[in-house]
């Protein structure tokens, strides 16, 4: 029994994780310390830990007070599987995605279809505000978590790749 429940625990939007989490992933899941991250149930292969796979563009140099910046977060995915994300902010929240297929919580957004990598590569776009107040030289995280399946609807197989982003406060 505790085999299967392992075995459908998480993939955000993929049906065999439905019966498990009816809601999507965990929120939480893009932190790799976490202990209910994408990788406690995806275990089949090592995980990629600051993965040169994931870019986060949109927010460069410092980050502005109250500022709604456009980010672009990128999967390089020259094998054309299906995908799909969870991140967290360390502060500031995410307000839209130019996806219906997302959901956002406060500073957590994560995706609830998978997308299928066209040109070697899979492009999330996503509206992040940052902090109404934010000091000089303040440190914002990005934690990004990218389930690059199988689609097989079972944690076997899948790929699970993390990075951290660090912007600073203007």
């Known amino acids: 029994m505790r085999f299967i429940v392992l075995a459908t625990f998480f993939a955000a939007g993929f049906p065999g994780a439905l019966a498990a989490h009816p809601d999507g992933a965990p929120w939480g899941s893009a932190d790799p310390e976490a202990a209910e991250n994408c990788a406690s149930c995806h275990y089949d292969s090592e995980a990629v830990r600051d993965s040169s796979a994931l870019t986060l563009t949109g927010v460069s140099g410092g980050v502005t007070a109250n ?5 672009t977060l990128a999967f390089r995915n020259p094998d054309e599987t299906e995908t799909g994300f969870q991140a967290i902010a360390s502060a500031g929240e995410f307000e839209t995605a130019h996806n219906e297929h997302m959901e956002i919580n406060g500073a957590q957004i994560r995706s609830t279809k998978t997308s299928k990598s066209q040109n070697g590569s899979v492009q999330w776009i996503i509206n ?43």
């Open 67 to 71: 500022k709604i910046y456009e980010i």
């Open 128 to 170: 992040w505000r940052a902090p109404a107040s934010i000091s000089p030289g303040e440190e914002i995280i990005f934690l990004v978590a990218v389930n690059d399946s199988n689609h097989d609807e079972s944690p076997f197989g899948d790929h699970i790749h993390y990075a951290t982003f660090r912007r600073m406060g203007e």
